[in-house]
Nanobody, 113 residues
Framework: VQLVESGGGLVQPGGSLRLSCAAS????????MTWNRQAPGKERELVAR????????AYADSVKGRFTISRDNAKNTVYLQMNSLKPEDTAVYYC???????WGQGTQVTVSS
């Protein structure tokens, strides 16, 4: 069972990034998938989730209207499109499922001018 995040980087405020998470070792399409983030000195927080039918999504208030979660069950991949990025979005971003698996290595997102 493995979750591998990618797509992070350094971006200026107002910019965009698209994160990807490749899952393996379980029946991807049967699970709700989530994106989470952990900023320095803070606890990990849930950012977005997408139910297994792909038609239902939910977002933290802090990212609503700026981030979009999506999934491709044929590719066992979940995505997070992040627009209008702010410095407070700086964090390590992790994907996971519900119920939780062991956390992957995450991907660093840094928003700075």
């Amino acid at each position: 069972v493995q979750l591998v995040e990618s797509g992070g980087g350094l971006v200026q405020p107002g910019g965009s990034l698209r994160l990807s998470c490749a899952a393996s070792g379980f029946t991807f399409g049967s699970y709700t998938m989530t994106w989470n983030r952990q900023a320095p000195g803070k606890e990990r927080e849930l950012v977005a989730r997408i139910f297994r039918d792909s038609g239902s999504t939910a977002y933290a208030d802090s990212v609503k209207g700026r981030f979009t979660i999506s999934r491709d069950n044929a590719k066992n991949t979940v995505y997070l499109q992040m627009n209008s990025l702010k410095p407070e979005d700086t964090a390590v971003y992790y994907c996971n499922r519900i119920p939780l698996l062991s956390w992957g290595q995450g991907t660093q997102v840094t928003v700075s001018s």
